[in-house]
């Protein structure tokens, strides 16, 4: 059983810096595509980054330059670094183990003045 839980949300001003962690368990992230996706109020869940069990990131052109995934396999964690918020990445971020479908239960970032 895949179970995905997001920690490191919260509420920060413009320009801010949030890390985002995912703790898995019923998934290696060492050997799975693990995703990081976001949902704002009245919008469509959409992707903002991935990481493959080798170690490499793509991401939404939006985010480029401002997140990095990362991954501590020891762990089992999978992380998203945010820097240089914007109010526009006000959302609940979720995590997401690719393969398998499954989803946590999100945390809630808050971009504001």
């Known amino acids: 059983q895949v179970q995905l839980v997001e920690s490191g949300g919260g509420l920060v001003q413009p320009g801010g810096s949030l890390r985002l962690s995912c703790a898995a368990s019923g998934v290696m992230v060492s050997v799975n595509l693990m995703g990081w996706y976001r949902q704002a109020p009245g919008k469509q869940r959409e992707f903002v980054a991935h990481i493959t069990g080798g170690g490499s990131g793509a991401y939404r052109d939006s985010v480029k330059g401002r997140f990095t995934i990362s991954k501590d396999n020891a762990k089992n964690t999978v992380y998203l670094q945010m820097n240089n918020l914007k109010p526009e990445d006000t959302a609940v971020y979720y995590c997401?183990?690719?393969?398998?479908?499954?989803w946590g239960p999100g945390t809630q970032v808050t971009v504001s003045s």
């Open positions: 997401k183990a690719e393969v398998f479908d499954s």
